[in-house]
């Protein structure tokens, strides 16, 4: 069974300032997916910005990007510029391969954005 | 495309008590799925369907759980004699899905239940 963790509950970080949120994993398979959710208070998990572990270039959506290490199993997340919209929930999310449904979330990073 | 909807938003009832709820995918997605987070957690996986198809259940989801899907479009999950244990927000999510690929899931806004 794959696990997920996150291990800082609580972060912050200074307006137009960046940050990074810590993910690690752990399978004993070859070819998986790896998520990042965001879900701001009392609305819905959006998706920010995923990574196919067979590609070795990191991930990127505009102000987000990740920092893939496979073989030392962690995925994090660097927000850029952050902005108070940015404010929410960040939860990191196992994939297994092709045809898979099960995701596995570890328990998120509560992200505030201070002005 | 206006997304994934779950009705209610919130439900509160007393223990013992049946409730039943509601999601809508995203309307060319087949697969839909359904999650459990309660406070502090991430979600959990409960089941899921392909179509009309109830393809697997998590250990989670006790006897006192059933999920339909009819038609292969909108899916209920109802909880017979609730117990406080369930008070959880349950979320459901749907994707497409073609062999051999992977598609990410899309979340719906939840349906937040408080067991008195």
């Known amino acids: 069974a794959q696990t997920v963790t996150q291990s800082q509950p609580e972060m912050s970080v200074q307006e137009a300032e960046t940050v990074t949120l810590s993910c690690t994993y752990d399978t004993s398979e070859s070819d998986y997916y790896l998520f990042w959710y965001k879900q701001p208070p009392s609305r819905q998990m959006i998706l920010v910005i995923r990574q196919e572990a067979y590609k070795q270039q990191n991930a990127t959506e505009n102000r987000f990007s990740v920092n893939f290490q496979k073989a030392a199993k962690s995925f994090s997340l660097k927000i850029s510029d952050s902005q108070l919209g940015d404010a929410a929930m960040y939860f990191c999310a196992f994939l297994s391969g092709a045809g898979s449904y099960q995701l596995t979330f570890g328990k998120g990073t509560k992200l505030s954005v201070i002005p | 495309d206006t997304g994934v909807s779950q009705d209610p938003r919130h439900k509160i009832t007393k223990r013992g008590q049946n409730v039943t709820f509601r999601c809508d995918p995203i309307s060319e997605h087949n697969r839909l799925y359904w999650y459990r987070q309660t406070l502090g957690q991430g979600p959990e996986f409960l089941t899921y369907?392909?179509?009309?198809?109830?393809?697997?259940k998590s250990r989670l989801l006790s006897d006192r759980f059933s999920a339909e899907r009819p038609k292969g479009s909108f899916s209920t999950l109802e909880i017979q004699r609730t117990e406080q244990g369930d008070s959880a927000m349950y979320l459901c999510?749907?994707?497409?899905?073609?062999?051999?690929?992977?598609?990410?899931?899309?979340f719906g806004p939840g349906t937040r239940l408080t067991v008195t």
């Open positions: 369907f392909q179509n009309e198809a109830q393809l697997e």
């Open positions: 999510a749907s994707s497409p899905w073609v062999s051999g690929a992977t598609y990410e899931q899309y």
